[in-house]
């Protein structure tokens, strides 16, 4: 009988592990901190690449349905310069290997395909252990726990099943984003969704940049990223979203009104989203009936790539439990290597990109995409 699996986290990574378990015949319980499915919203569009996350639906069986959740036309994407000046503008052709649905439909479609009663909600990890003989046990804030022979931690950046592996903390990257809303764009914003146009804007200048992208129901999802320490975010109230929103417009004084105008115009508060990141190149020693994906494993800065390496995570990890049905350890020391690798690998490309931007920005960006286009 396969080794049930307890998965901390349902997450993208979490319920991407728990569908290709079950697929295979293997059970899995998931515990996940938040109430309910719909407890809060799950964020805003994800493009699902063609070399990691769409082949991590497959092993899931559900690719097709995937394909059915995709919004047309939003792999289009246009860079501009401060002053509003399109540099580069690329349209949705339906042949990118990128493309975009929202994260809460992909969530559902992953629950929907789970049998009934596979996630317990309302279990906030506190902490785990080890009790010998290779089982671990996981306390949770509702004061119930839960004893496992096999622990795996999909628990994004504050995992609290890390600690059981690594003393490694997450530290901050040294960026963050400034997330708005505005709705009903092109009739109450129609200057700032013309800017955007059908996919996503990239406007990039040295420590200040604003990306934009056009969602389902005539949305757009703003996040400003701003290079700065955290006590300069410290220092601009939130809690009062007016002057918030003041503060963070002046730091774009200049730039075209309709860019600032997915500042100004926002019918959102403004959200802080501090970027943190583990160690380049964390990892850890085998110990024997635990793991972890994700963030959990490798969180860094925003770069793209977060979301299809969950789920990777997920399902190479699913296919590792299942092709070694009687070896338990051979089974996760074979998922860590190649996980260990890809996080890797993952980091270094990131990084080398982040340093072709270097301060000629936005013109290095739009180098970069056109010459990706030539090479298509």
Do not use: C
């Amino acid at each position: 009988m396969p080794t049930p699996v307890t998965i901390v986290g349902a997450g993208l990574g979490g319920l991407t592990l728990a569908r290709v378990l079950h697929v295979h015949g293997i059970p899995a319980t998931v515990y996940e901190a938040e109430p309910s499915p719909a407890a809060r919203t799950q964020g805003g569009m994800l493009d699902i690449h063609d070399y990691n996350g769409q082949p991590a639906l497959e092993a899931a069986g559900l690719l097709a349905e995937f394909r059915g959740l995709v919004l047309d036309g939003r792999q289009a994407m246009r860079i501009l310069d401060r002053d509003g000046t399109v540099l580069f503008d690329k349209a949705d052709d339906g042949t990118g290997g990128r493309p975009e649905v929202q994260r809460a439909d992909l969530r559902r479609l992953l629950l929907d395909s789970l049998p009934a009663g596979t996630v317990r909600w309302g279990h906030k990890a506190t902490g785990a252990r080890a009790l010998g003989d290779g089982r671990r046990e996981v306390t949770f804030a509702n004061g119930a726990t839960v004893v496992t022979s096999l622990l795996v931690g999909a628990d994004g950046a504050w995992s609290q099943v890390r600690p059981l592996l690594s003393p490694a903390t997450p530290e901050y990257a040294g960026t963050a984003f400034i997330e708005t809303y505005l709705f009903e764009a092109d009739t109450r914003h129609p200057a700032a969704a013309a800017a955007v146009g059908g996919g996503s804007l990239i406007a990039p200048t040295p420590g200040r940049e604003i990306h934009a992208h056009r969602e389902s129901g005539d949305t757009l999802h703003t996040y400003l990223m701003l290079t700065e320490p955290l006590d300069w975010f410290a220092a601009i109230d939130f809690t009062d979203p007016a002057a918030a929103t003041a503060r963070i417009a002046r730091e774009f004084d200049g730039w075209a009104p309709e860019l600032t105008a997915l500042i100004t115009e926002a019918d959102t508060p403004p959200v802080l989203r501090p970027h943190y990141a583990l160690p380049a190149g964390h990892r850890w020693d085998r110990t024997p009936g635990v793991t972890l994906l994700g963030d959990a494993a490798h969180l860094s800065a925003p770069n793209g790539e977060g979301a299809n390496l969950a789920m990777q995570d997920g399902a190479e990890l699913g296919k590792a439990l299942a092709a070694h049905p009687g070896d338990l350890e051979a089974a996760l020391a074979g998922y860590e290597q190649a996980m260990f690798t890809r996080a890797a690998e993952t980091a270094e490309e990131a990084a080398l990109l982040r340093h072709m931007f270097g301060e000629d920005l936005p013109q290095s960006l739009v180098r970069i995409f056109a010459e990706a286009e030539q090479n298509r």
